[in-house]
C-alpha cells in the first residue's frame, strides 16, 4: 500500500520555528509530473568562477494533494497515512507520469509549517514547497519564492533520470502553439493595449527558442 507513515510525511527536518501562520491547515501533498507538460524558466549555472543564467525547458510539476476521497486518493487504516496507490498508478499508467513519492524525494520539496485557521482557531499544520517561505505579517500571510533554487532542482530531476527529458515533438509543438498567438495578436495591435501584448508574446517566443532542451547525465 502506497501510505505516508503516520499519516505524515517522512522527517522533513524542522518545522518552521516562526510565530503560527495565520492560516488554515491545510493537506500535505505529492509533486509529479506528465510528459508533455514544460515551461522555460531560468537556471544559474557555473563555470569556473563565473555564474551566468542560461533557458533550459523545465518540467512544470503539478500538485496530488493527499485528501482522502479526491484525486483517487484513500483513507488508510487507523494510524496510517492515506492510501495513494490508485493515484499513482493512474499518473504512471494512465497518464505515463512520474510521481515524487520516495521518502528522499518527498524531504527535498515539502515543507510543514504551524499554523491556526483565524476563525476557528483550530491549530494545524501548513504545507508548502520548500521554495516557499511563509511569513506572518499584520494578521496576513506573506509568501516569498525562490525561483532559481527551484528551477535548478527542477533540472536536477532531469539530469539525475528521475524525470525523463522532454521529447522533441512536444518542444515543438509547445514552441508552435505560442508562434501561432503573434498573427492573430498582430491584427489587433491598433487597439490599445494589444501592441504590448504582441510583445510580451514575442519575448516569451525568443525565450522559448533560445532555451536548451535539459538532458540526463552520461
Given at each position: 500500500?502506497?501510505k505516508?507513515?503516520?499519516?505524515r510525511?517522512?522527517?522533513l527536518g524542522?518545522?518552521?520555528p516562526?510565530?503560527?501562520?495565520?492560516?488554515?491547515?491545510n493537506?500535505?501533498f505529492?509533486?509529479?509530473?506528465?510528459?508533455?507538460?514544460?515551461?522555460?524558466g531560468?537556471?544559474?549555472?557555473?563555470?569556473?568562477?563565473?555564474i551566468?543564467?542560461?533557458?533550459y525547458w523545465l518540467?512544470?510539476l503539478?500538485p496530488l494533494?493527499?485528501?482522502?476521497?479526491t484525486?483517487?486518493?484513500?483513507a488508510g487504516?487507523d494510524?496510517?497515512?492515506p492510501d495513494y496507490m490508485a493515484a499513482q498508478?493512474r499518473?504512471e499508467r494512465?497518464?505515463?507520469?512520474t510521481?515524487?513519492?520516495?521518502?528522499?524525494?518527498?524531504?527535498q520539496?515539502?515543507r510543514?509549517h504551524?499554523?491556526r485557521?483565524?476563525?476557528?482557531k483550530?491549530?494545524g499544520?501548513?504545507?508548502t514547497t520548500?521554495w516557499?517561505?511563509?511569513?506572518?505579517?499584520?494578521g496576513?500571510v506573506?509568501?516569498?519564492?525562490?525561483?532559481?533554487?527551484y528551477?535548478?532542482?527542477?533540472l536536477?530531476?532531469?539530469?539525475?533520470?528521475?524525470?525523463?527529458p522532454p521529447?522533441?515533438t512536444v518542444?515543438?509543438?509547445?514552441?508552435?502553439?505560442?508562434r501561432?498567438?503573434?498573427?492573430?495578436q498582430?491584427?489587433h495591435?491598433?487597439?490599445?493595449?494589444m501592441?504590448a501584448k504582441?510583445a510580451a508574446?514575442?519575448?516569451?517566443v525568443?525565450?522559448?527558442?533560445?532555451?536548451?532542451?535539459?538532458?540526463?547525465?552520461p
Amino acid at each position: 500500500m502506497a501510505k505516508l507513515t503516520n499519516g505524515r510525511v517522512p522527517a522533513l527536518g524542522s518545522v518552521a520555528p516562526d510565530a503560527l501562520l495565520p492560516v488554515r491547515p491545510n493537506v500535505p501533498f505529492l509533486l509529479f509530473h506528465t510528459p508533455k507538460n514544460w515551461f522555460v524558466g531560468e537556471v544559474e549555472v557555473q563555470d569556473g568562477k563565473k555564474i551566468s543564467r542560461q533557458l533550459y525547458w523545465l518540467p512544470k510539476l503539478k500538485p496530488l494533494p493527499l485528501q482522502p476521497g479526491t484525486n483517487n486518493v484513500k483513507a488508510g487504516p487507523d494510524g496510517e497515512g492515506p492510501d495513494y496507490m490508485a493515484a499513482q498508478k493512474r499518473i504512471e499508467r494512465r497518464l505515463h507520469g512520474t510521481l515524487l513519492s520516495r521518502p528522499h524525494q518527498i524531504q527535498q520539496y515539502l515543507r510543514e509549517h504551524d499554523c491556526r485557521d483565524q476563525r476557528t482557531k483550530r491549530r494545524g499544520l501548513y504545507y508548502t514547497t520548500a521554495w516557499e517561505t511563509p511569513e506572518a505579517i499584520d494578521g496576513t500571510v506573506v509568501t516569498q519564492h525562490d525561483d532559481l533554487g527551484y528551477h535548478r532542482w527542477l533540472l536536477s530531476l532531469v539530469e539525475d533520470g528521475t524525470i525523463r527529458p522532454p521529447h522533441p515533438t512536444v518542444i515543438e509543438q509547445l514552441r508552435n502553439r505560442r508562434r501561432g498567438h503573434i498573427p492573430r495578436q498582430g491584427n489587433h495591435a491598433h487597439i490599445p493595449g494589444m501592441a504590448a501584448k504582441l510583445a510580451a508574446t514575442q519575448e516569451r517566443v525568443d525565450r522559448e527558442a533560445a532555451a536548451l532542451i535539459p538532458e540526463a547525465a552520461p
